[in-house]
């Protein structure tokens, strides 16, 4: 199967890794309600809601995307390399 298809294994580890990123990218936000600070004139009486970012899953995220733009990269490279039979 992969003598046929030398780009098969690649492309599968792009998807996936891919996959992986955008969850992890997903998942390293969070929404934080929290009490307006003293000094805002702008908030009337409400809540203020913050994104609060984990920085080791945006990492992880971006190792992620890093090896999906690598493993894609191969498996198009592997898809034109021509045999030199």
Do not use: C, E, K, N
Not at 44 to 63: E, F, I, M, N, Y
């Amino acid at each position: 199967m992969t003598a046929r298809r030398p780009a098969l294994r690649p492309a599968l580890v792009a998807v996936v890794a891919g996959v992986l990123a955008a969850v992890l990218w997903w998942l390293a936000q969070d929404l934080v309600v929290v009490a307006p600070p003293a000094r805002a004139t702008d908030v009337s009486g409400g809540d203020v809601a913050r994104t609060v970012v984990d920085p080791r899953l945006l990492l992880a995220a971006a190792l992620a995307a890093a090896v999906a733009l690598v493993a894609a990269t191969v498996a198009v490279l592997r898809a034109i390399a021509r045999p030199s039979r």
